[in-house]
Nanobody, 121 residues
Framework: QVQLVESGGGAVQAGRSTRLSCAPS????MGWFRQAPGKEREGVAT???????RYADSVKGRFTISKDNAKNTLYLQMNSLKPEDTAIYYC???????????????????WGQGTQVTVSS
């Protein structure tokens, strides 16, 4: 049974930065998804086994996904935060063969419990 544990987040002012962490990270493809109040869960950033990454248009240039294999941890560095980034952020993993990262929820079979990020203006 895979258990993904997220940490980080919390309350942050618009324009500032924060970083999310998720462990463990040793899976073929992993990613970060988010769900804002009243909205469906959406893909934010994903990364493949070879380091290739994919980002939602809304976060390109502001968010960076990375993995530290030594620490067995996945990160999401979030810069220039906006109030519309407020959501519960979920870490996800695809444990079976993955040809490349996608932003599709159905491509990931394990999920963390989520961590709240609240951005105030």
């Amino acid at each position: 049974q895979v258990q993904l544990v997220e940490s980080g987040g919390g309350a942050v002012q618009a324009g500032r930065s924060t970083r999310l962490s998720c462990a463990p990270s040793g899976y073929n493809c992993m990613g970060w998804f988010r769900q804002a109040p009243g909205k469906e869960r959406e893909g934010v950033a994903t990364i493949g086994y070879d380091g290739r990454s994919r980002y939602a248009d809304s976060v390109k240039g502001r968010f960076t996904i990375s993995k530290d294999n030594a620490k067995n941890t996945l990160y999401l560095q979030m810069n220039s935060l906006k109030p519309e980034d407020t959501a519960i952020y979920y870490c996800a993993a695809r444990t079976f063969r993955c040809s490349g990262p996608t932003l599709e929820l159905n491509d990931y079979n394990y999920w963390g419990q989520g961590t709240q990020v609240t951005v105030s203006s």
